[in-house]
């Protein structure tokens, strides 16, 4: 049944279009045109047409920008469409000079929606379309096939346990008639595979992250920024507050290692709808003293290098930008055992690992660490080996290239 649905839902998208197209329906969208820009040896260069839900605080969404503020301008023109709302990073895409057009799509079924965005497509004239996360993917690819674009890239970022049948369902359908799917964990191409899906399609691209400046903060500068007593030992963790992030296990941990040692405290950076929940627990735990709720802070970066510990407990995750960063600032890691997270750390050489959901031993992981000097050095210098090796935005960035171009070259 869920089939014969989602089959309609493409038939009616099918004949929408067909009807705009026969009458001169005007769907009033606003348009970017290619400029058919050429190099300087004289060659047309190549459009490309990323498209994403939103340009929020996520990890895709900071990828984007990193690409589209490193791919070469000397061969690519790109445009950015965000289906749903922009966001805080559209600040960064105007500053690489990349163009963005939002089609303000409301509801899961938007079919206006889908008409701008053909018609943007369409106006464009993109050679290669390449779509991020699953409305995106949907939608964004749909259009693609539909405008005729010749290249056309879905790309998966997480592994997703909350994807039910029909998610499965459209993603097959339309990965059968895309040329391919970046994704920048193999542990994300093995569950699509385990899902039905071809492995010859998948791409794995890791993620990348900028070269790092030092922390300009002492560590009291670091402490009144964040209302902080310097002598204790921080543990932190950022990213959104929600529950695939699981921080309800982190407080019961930080609480656990307070009585242990007295000594620390556990300092949350990031907002989401979890956060209201998040607190009262941490009352009704008597962590609220020992918990400290930053929100989303713009000098995040600066503060992550004076962490003691660093938390990541996620209960899925693709590849986490926060882990990558807290091991190339020297903050050593400790994480949930999951597919993705894997791919960042070796366990007992570059961090620790621990079962999911295991609380006590994220807390005894957490108590060893504390107290062994020489092994947190040994894993933080480690670890920022690792992520000076295999996640430069330079490789990031050099690898998309390279798969654009011998997308079109077949």
Request: some cysteine; hydrophobic content about 40%; proline content about 4%.
């Amino acid at each position: 049944m869920l089939h014969d649905t989602m089959l309609r839902f493409v038939r009616m998208a099918d004949s929408f279009f067909d009807f705009a197209t026969r009458f001169g329906f005007s769907l009033n969208s606003t348009t970017y045109v290619g400029t058919n820009a050429v190099n300087k040896t004289g060659s047309e260069k190549i459009r490309i047409c990323w498209i994403i839900p939103t340009l929020d605080q996520g990890g895709a969404e900071k990828q984007l920008c990193l690409l589209a503020h490193g791919i070469d301008r000397e061969v690519f023109e790109p445009l950015v469409i965000t289906l749903t709302r922009s966001g805080p990073r559209l600040e960064e895409l105007q500053a690489a000079n990349c163009p963005v057009v939002h089609i303000d799509k409301r509801g899961k079924f938007d079919f206006g929606a889908l008409g701008r965005l053909v018609q943007i497509i369409t106006k464009f004239k993109p050679h290669i379309v390449h779509t991020w996360i699953f409305a995106a993917n949907s939608y964004g690819r749909l259009a693609a096939i539909r405008a005729k674009v010749p290249v056309v890239f879905g790309g998966e970022r997480c592994v997703d346990p909350w994807k039910k049948t029909y998610h499965h369902w459209i993603d097959r359908y339309l990965t059968k008639r895309t040329t391919g799917i970046i994704t920048n964990s193999s542990a994300i191409s093995d569950f699509y595979v385990a899902h039905g899906h071809d492995r010859s399609k998948f791409h794995v691209i890791h993620n990348g992250i900028p070269a790092r400046e030092p922390s300009p903060l002492t560590r009291l500068e670091a402490a009144k920024k964040m209302g902080l007593d310097p002598s204790r030992r921080w543990i932190g963790a950022i990213g959104r507050l929600w529950q695939q992030k699981n921080y309800k296990d982190m407080i019961w941990a930080a609480e656990m290692l307070r009585v242990r040692y007295d000594s620390t405290t556990f300092v949350i950076i990031g907002e989401g709808p979890e956060r209201q929940r998040l607190e009262h627990y941490c009352d009704q735990v008597r962590a609220a003293q020992q918990v400290k709720f930053l929100g989303h802070r713009q000098d995040a970066n600066q503060l992550l290098p004076h962490f003691d510990l660093f938390w990541n407990a996620s209960l899925y995750e693709g590849q986490s930008n926060s882990i990558l960063e807290a091991m190339q600032a020297g903050v050593p890691v400790i994480a949930s055992n999951i597919a993705g997270t894997r791919d960042l750390i070796q366990h007992e050489k570059t961090g620790l690992l621990f079962p999911v959901g295991d609380v006590g031993e994220l807390m005894k992981t957490s108590a060893r660490l504390l107290d062994d000097p020489k092994l947190r050095l040994s894993l933080l210098e480690a670890a920022k080996k690792s992520i000076e090796t295999n996640f430069s935005v330079e490789n990031m960035v050099t690898k998309h290239e390279e798969l654009y171009k011998s997308a079109l070259q077949r």
